[in-house]
């Protein structure tokens, strides 16, 4: 596997790629953006991002949507894979934020995941993204980015790869890795058809230059 400051290098060596690395998804209160990654699961952000805006219009605050009956806001986010559920995660997750928060969005991952529809992956996002807590995210980019580049275990699962980054990389930029790992997997690292020819870190990627050698 990757040494600490062989990872660290290979984050940096992303940063230069994708210096202003961000979540795109679009949303104004801290509130509204835990509703957007709440329902960007199995889901693209852009897909959620068209449909926010109306969604967001509607329920303003979590008082509103507390009090919104499922059907209405199904048919608000319909476009988007699991919405039945995701409309009734998001119809609780609010109605718990009023009555166990005084309608704020709480800032510790224990507090978030105890809300509807909240794991690990979604407390560790608003974390980071809201609050500027540091934390690392997991999906399936950084994921497939950290076991090709052996940064983690092969059989590592969500939470040892969690583990893994945050004991091999500074804590002061946890967040800043998580979304260039994100980046990295959407347009240089993709699942079908890695970019390995042309990757500034095929030197250090053993799965890279086997793609190379075979292609």
């Given at each position: 596997?990757?040494?600490?400051?062989e990872c660290?290098?290979?984050?940096?060596?992303?940063?230069?790629?994708?210096p202003?690395?961000?979540?795109?998804?679009?949303?104004?209160?801290?509130?509204?953006f835990?509703?957007?990654?709440?329902?960007?699961?199995?889901?693209?952000?852009?897909?959620?991002?068209?449909?926010?805006?109306?969604?967001f219009?509607t329920?303003?605050?979590?008082?509103?949507?507390?009090?919104?009956n499922?059907?209405?806001?199904?048919?608000?986010?319909?476009?988007?894979?699991?919405?039945r559920?995701?409309a009734?995660?998001?119809?609780?997750?609010?109605?718990?934020?009023?009555?166990?928060?005084?309608?704020?969005?709480?800032?510790?991952?224990?507090?978030?995941?105890?809300?509807?529809?909240?794991?690990?992956?979604?407390?560790?996002?608003v974390?980071a993204?809201?609050?500027?807590?540091?934390?690392?995210?997991?999906?399936?980019?950084v994921?497939?980015?950290s076991?090709?580049?052996?940064m983690v275990?092969?059989?590592?699962?969500?939470?040892?790869?969690?583990?893994?980054l945050?004991?091999?990389l500074?804590?002061?930029?946890?967040?800043?890795a998580?979304?260039?790992?994100?980046?990295?997997?959407?347009?240089?690292?993709?699942?079908?058809?890695?970019?390995?020819?042309s990757?500034?870190l095929?030197?250090?990627?053993?799965?890279?230059?086997?793609r190379?050698?075979?292609s």
């Amino acid at each position: 596997m990757l040494s600490d400051e062989e990872c660290l290098k290979a984050i940096e060596i992303m940063g230069e790629s994708f210096p202003n690395a961000h979540s795109s998804l679009v949303a104004d209160t801290d509130f509204h953006f835990l509703l957007a990654v709440i329902m960007s699961a199995q889901t693209t952000d852009k897909a959620v991002n068209i449909l926010s805006p109306k969604l967001f219009e509607t329920y303003r605050t979590p008082y509103d949507l507390a009090e919104a009956n499922v059907a209405d806001v199904m048919t608000l986010i319909k476009t988007i894979g699991l919405y039945r559920n995701k409309a009734k995660y998001l119809v609780a997750c609010a109605q718990k934020i009023v009555s166990d928060f005084n309608g704020i969005v709480p800032q510790s991952r224990k507090e978030l995941m105890s809300l509807p529809g909240v794991g690990r992956k979604t407390a560790d996002v608003v974390m980071a993204e809201c609050f500027g807590i540091p934390a690392i995210a997991v999906d399936t980019h950084v994921t497939r980015v950290s076991k090709r580049l052996r940064m983690v275990a092969q059989d590592a699962d969500v939470l040892k790869i969690e583990r893994t980054l945050m004991k091999k990389l500074p804590e002061s930029i946890w967040i800043a890795a998580h979304f260039r790992m994100i980046y990295w997997g959407r347009y240089q690292c993709m699942a079908r058809s890695p970019k390995c020819e042309s990757c500034p870190l095929l030197k250090m990627c053993a799965e890279g230059k086997r793609r190379v050698r075979e292609s």
